[in-house]
């Protein structure tokens, strides 16, 4: 299958499984996704991730993150900011804090992708792939 946006493809997946209440999701992996799935983990959007490979592709599980057992998510929302039709960049000064703080930008530099307050911090910009909350 021809995906023109994976990233977007991604967090789809994530939103769907959140929705029937998954406790892991398979997403087809590549590094860019990988990197997204690293800085979810750190900050505890989802408990873990693991590669998995099947001959050349490779293939990502998500095991997704609930409070109190009572399957409430960890994750409220997500939403794609930059997309392949309309690419959006911020400096670092223009870098948005997301619902005061409480949800997490994620940025594409060129020093690798990070979250919005870690680019901040090194003073760079680069491009605002999506946030989470």
Do not use: H
Not at 24 to 40: E, W
Not at 99 to 126: C, D, F, H, L, P
């Amino acid at each position: 299958m021809n995906l023109t946006d994976p990233i977007a493809d991604m967090l789809t997946r994530i939103r769907n499984a959140i929705l029937v209440r998954r406790d892991t999701v398979l997403v087809p992996g590549s590094n860019p996704k990988v990197a997204l799935a690293r800085i979810m983990k750190d900050e505890g959007f989802i408990e873990d991730f693991e590669i998995l490979r099947s001959g050349v592709q490779r293939t990502l599980r998500l095991r997704l993150k609930y409070r109190d057992n009572k399957k409430v998510p960890v994750i409220s929302g997500l939403r794609r900011v930059s997309k392949p039709g309309l690419r959006r960049y911020v400096g670092a000064q223009e870098i948005p804090r997301i619902y005061g703080g409480m949800g997490v930008s994620i940025i594409s530099t060129s020093q690798g992708v990070m979250t919005g307050s870690e680019a901040r911090r090194r003073g760079i910009g680069g491009e605002f792939i999506c946030y989470l909350w």
